[in-house]
């Protein structure tokens, strides 16, 4: 049986990625297990004088597009998504990988001057690690996700 977004899984299919590669644009792939960020293009200027432009594929295909058909698909289960997801952030070195079971603390801000997910090791202080998501819908849909959650805090 398929995966449903928003009971299995949620993605965020652009947001702004910051990461090893730079700055640039990418997408969010969350369970209740594994967060992955995945940078999808990314600028980087040279001395103010040059920009080289780096985008990412699986295979011959686009890495968002590839993602997507891939969460789609009809036999993919829960615990094969999030193997896979652990899979791609070991061969793309540029993804971040959350690991939110063994996080103390996850966090989903939706409001109006803050929108993302945000995890820490710590369980209690400083030392977060955090993504953007874009819009209020999509925050919206990111908390109830993960509201549930046994580390979640508000």
């Not at 993605?11 to 992955?36: M, N």
């Amino acid at each position: 049986m398929a995966l449903v977004e928003g009971r299995d899984f949620v993605y965020c299919p652009k947001t702004t990625y910051i990461g090893s590669a730079g700055v640039g644009e990418g997408c969010l792939v969350g369970t209740r297990r594994r967060l992955l960020m995945v940078p999808l293009r990314v600028d980087t200027a040279v001395w103010n004088r040059s920009i080289t432009t780096t985008t990412w594929q699986l295979g011959d295909e686009p890495i968002g597009a590839a993602l997507a058909r891939m969460l789609s698909a009809s036999d993919l289960s829960v615990e094969a998504l999030d193997s896979t997801l652990e899979a791609l952030a070991e061969k793309v070195k540029a993804t971040g990988l959350g690991k939110l079971d063994e996080a103390k603390r996850v966090r989903v801000r939706s409001g109006w001057f803050s929108r993302g997910i945000y995890y820490s090791a710590k369980a209690k202080g400083p030392g977060w690690t955090g993504y953007p998501l874009k819009g209020k819908p999509l925050a919206q849909a990111w908390l109830d996700f993960y509201r549930d959650l046994p580390n979640f805090v508000s």
